[in-house]
T-cell receptor, first 110, second 113 residues
Framework: NAGVTQTPKFQVLKTGQSMTLQCAQD?????MYWYRQDPGMGLRLIYY???????DKGEVPNGYNVSRLNKREFSLRLESAAPSQTSVYFC?????????FGDGTRLSIL | GQQLNQSPQSMFIQEGEDVSMNCTSS?????WLWYKQDPGEGPVLLIA?????ELTSNGRLTAQFGITRKDSFLNISASIPSDVGIYFC?????????????FGEGTQLTVNP
């Protein structure tokens, strides 16, 4: 039982490049989330999907887009990467309030 | 929006000591969650609290949902080296899936053998 799987684990991009971060969960959870984690700032919600077919903005959505491909998969896209988007990105899923996290994607924008 | 103040920001303790950390909110929550994050990994759920005044234990960990619904506390007894990591509190007003969690900024715990 893998839980929440994120790919890739590491990525380096140049400013202006595009990138899609993938997330899949095998727990049959309805809701999925994307966060970014920066030093000293905890976890900030980028986008979330309360159920298949719906997506909503979180606290810091600018510069990102998401796709809830099906119940299992929720992807995060950076259309034109900027150095300010250098961060660790976490995907999470939930059946109830408690969210379960993947191990993150470490993204550096040069 | 809602804000969570988590304290202390960091703690340096000796193995065997007890640890206490807390979170306070600017508004009420109906659910409090405590997570631990090890280096290079995602946060892992430790304890979930769903009722004001609730006291819940998970091994050496004990967490409480404050009566005012604006705070929560996490205690770790008899700390061991593997307790090292970042501890996050999180809260939400909703009680269903799809709820947005507000996270504290974390408490970095270091345990000296």
């Amino acid at each position: 039982n893998a839980g929440v799987t994120q790919t890739p684990k590491f990525q380096v991009l140049k400013t202006g490049q595009s990138m899609t971060l993938q997330c899949a969960q095998d727990m049959n959870h309805n809701s999925m989330y994307w966060y970014r984690q920066d030093p000293g700032m905890g976890l900030r919600l980028i986008y979330y999907s309360a159920s298949e077919g719906t997506t909503d903005k979180g606290e810091v959505p600018n510069g990102y887009n998401v796709s809830r491909l099906n119940k299992r998969e929720f992807s995060l896209r950076l259309e034109s990467a900027a150095p300010s988007q250098t961060s660790v990105y976490f995907c999470a899923s939930s059946r109830t309030v408690a969210q379960h996290f993947g191990d993150g994607t470490r993204l550096s924008i040069l | 929006g809602q804000q969570l103040n988590q304290s202390p920001q960091s703690m340096f303790i000796q193995e065997g000591e007890d640890v206490s950390m807390n979170c306070t909110s600017s508004s009420i929550f109906n659910t409090w969650l405590w997570y631990k994050q090890d280096p290079g990994e995602g946060p892992v759920l430790l304890i979930a609290l769903y009722k004001a005044g609730e006291l819940t234990s998970n091994g050496r960990l004990t967490a409480q949902f404050g009566i005012t619904r604006k705070d929560s506390f996490l205690n770790i007894s008899a700390s061991i080296p593997s307790d090292v990591g970042i501890y996050f509190c999180a809260g939400t007003l909703k009680e269903t899936s799809g709820s947005r969690l507000t996270f504290g900024e974390g408490t970095q715990l270091t345990v000296n053998p």
